[in-house]
């Protein structure tokens, strides 16, 4: 049976392979006799597991050996109090907030730091990024904090900020829970970085965080022992029960991302190309419809997460039941912003992308 295209933002569409390769092994993993749900986490079974995706992980993202790989729980909310209990120290803390989720970790810091709005696109409705010159950044700052990818907005940093050329000696803190693996990363700009799991990496219930080893050892009195990133480090992520199936499940699709090549390249920089020639395909007919507009500054459209909206919304639900009858799964907008919604991650192939744009000019051919 051929399976439909699914744009959803998260959870969201897992490889076929990793899919087909779990559910082989579902009941009896590498000939242990259990399935991985059923395993101990402190068993050799578990434990191969979780070091291989572990060395995996940095083998494809190029983490630097200073930077240690957490596997936790909790999801991009969680981190929003876990990261202040662990770096602030009760001070200021810089933000720079471009959409919904970098405006909810602005908010849930103020529970454990002072809070600095150094910048903010909310003048322009979030379709932009306040140059970075721009930026009102404070002399003190315990870190900058933004959201490398705003799953609602669409909103994407093409390149992160260098804080050392614009006078911050502060360590830059990531949310890249929806742009993981989907372009290389320069960890010369960057403190830690954090995202969920469940947009480009696996199933929901695993939180990745990456932490340069300077920042460990920082946390408030307050900050629970199982959210020590020192903690949660010294004991290989293993403190206390780890999302196991999650750990299993990405493991997977980092084997399966370090498979793929397009052309010359490997692993995330293929992705990047793959993901670059999607993005560039769709925002092509956007721009040259004239039903459908997307509202980004073109300098920093998300190549993963691509919001568009009909001229005459009074056709969106027309719209939504076509695609679904075409297989073409979970195209509406976040129900803050309205509209539609197509998320390109890297489990999303170019002929879904294909079959979306196909679809989209037959409905505007019928809608004339």
Same mark, same amino acid.
């Given at each position: 049976?051929?399976?439909?295209?699914?744009?959803?933002?998260?959870?969201?569409?897992?490889?076929?392979?990793?899919?087909?390769?779990?559910?082989?092994?579902?009941?009896?993993?590498?000939?242990?006799?259990?399935?991985v749900?059923?395993?101990?986490?402190?068993?050799?079974?578990?434990?191969?597991?979780?070091?291989?995706?572990?060395?995996?992980?940095?083998?494809?993202?190029?983490?630097?050996?200073?930077?240690?790989?957490?596997?936790?729980?909790?999801?991009?909310?969680?981190?929003?109090?876990?990261?202040?209990?662990?770096?602030?120290?009760?001070?200021?803390?810089?933000?720079?907030?471009?959409?919904?989720?970098?405006?909810?970790?602005?908010?849930?810091?103020?529970?454990?730091?002072?809070?600095?709005?150094?910048?903010?696109?909310?003048a322009?409705?979030?379709?932009?990024?306040?140059?970075?010159?721009?930026?009102?950044?404070?002399?003190?700052?315990?870190?900058?904090?933004?959201?490398?990818?705003?799953?609602?907005?669409?909103?994407?940093?093409?390149?992160?900020?260098?804080?050392?050329?614009?006078?911050?000696?502060?360590?830059?803190?990531?949310?890249?829970?929806?742009?993981?693996?989907?372009?290389?990363?320069?960890?010369?700009?960057?403190?830690?970085?954090?995202?969920?799991?469940?947009?480009n990496?696996?199933?929901?219930?695993?939180?990745?965080?990456?932490?340069?080893?300077? &920042?460990?050892? !920082?946390? /408030? #009195?307050?900050?629970?022992?199982?959210? @020590?990133?020192?903690?949660? =480090?010294?004991?290989?992520? +293993?403190?206390?029960?780890?999302?196991?199936?999650?750990?299993?499940?990405?493991?997977?699709?980092?084997?399966?991302?370090?498979?793929?090549?397009?052309?010359?390249?490997?692993?995330?920089?293929a992705?990047?190309?793959?993901?670059?020639?999607?993005?560039? &395909?769709?925002? !092509?007919? /956007? #721009?040259?419809?004239?039903?459908?507009? @997307?509202?980004?500054?073109? =300098?920093?459209?998300?190549? +993963?997460?691509?919001?568009?909206f009909?001229?005459d919304?009074?056709?969106?639900?027309?719209?939504?039941?076509?695609?679904?009858?075409?297989?073409?799964?979970?195209?509406?907008?976040?129900?803050?912003?309205?509209?539609?919604?197509?998320?390109?991650?890297?489990?999303?192939?170019?002929?879904?992308?294909?079959?979306?744009?196909?679809?989209?000019?037959?409905?505007?051919r019928?809608?004339?």
């Amino acid at each position: 049976m051929k399976r439909p295209f699914n744009f959803s933002a998260g959870p969201a569409a897992i490889p076929e392979e990793v899919l087909q390769q779990a559910a082989d092994e579902m009941l009896n993993w590498g000939g242990s006799g259990m399935g991985v749900m059923e395993m101990s986490h402190r068993g050799k079974e578990f434990i191969s597991i979780y070091e291989r995706a572990e060395a995996d992980l940095r083998t494809l993202l190029a983490v630097p050996a200073h930077f240690h790989i957490l596997f936790m729980q909790g999801g991009g909310l969680a981190e929003n109090a876990i990261v202040p209990l662990n770096l602030s120290k009760g001070g200021t803390v810089d933000f720079v907030v471009t959409g919904s989720w970098s405006q909810k970790s602005f908010k849930e810091a103020g529970k454990y730091a002072r809070q600095h709005l150094a910048a903010s696109g909310e003048a322009s409705g979030f379709t932009s990024v306040p140059d970075a010159a721009s930026w009102q950044l404070s002399q003190n700052a315990a870190y900058v904090h933004l959201c490398s990818n705003e799953t609602i907005h669409g909103v994407e940093f093409q390149q992160l900020p260098d804080l050392q050329a614009l006078g911050c000696d502060a360590p830059l803190v990531i949310d890249f829970s929806s742009n993981v693996a989907s372009r290389p990363l320069d960890w010369s700009r960057v403190g830690l970085a954090f995202g969920g799991a469940q947009k480009n990496i696996g199933p929901a219930g695993l939180t990745i965080v990456i932490v340069r080893d300077d &920042l460990l050892g !920082q946390a /408030l #009195d307050i900050c629970p022992s199982a959210f @020590n990133y020192k903690t949660v =480090a010294d004991n290989q992520s +293993m403190f206390n029960t780890p999302p196991t199936w999650g750990i299993y499940m990405a493991g997977l699709t980092f084997q399966w991302l370090l498979r793929q090549t397009e052309g010359d390249l490997h692993g995330v920089a293929a992705m990047e190309a793959r993901n670059r020639a999607k993005a560039e &395909l769709f925002y !092509q007919y /956007l #721009d040259n419809s004239q039903l459908y507009l @997307n509202k980004v500054d073109a =300098a920093y459209r998300s190549r +993963m997460n691509i919001p568009f909206f009909l001229r005459d919304e009074s056709r969106n639900d027309a719209f939504l039941a076509g695609a679904k009858a075409a297989g073409l799964l979970q195209l509406k907008g976040h129900k803050s912003v309205g509209g539609m919604r197509a998320s390109l991650y890297n489990a999303m192939p170019l002929a879904g992308v294909q079959a979306l744009v196909a679809y989209m000019q037959e409905f505007e051919r019928t809608s004339a």
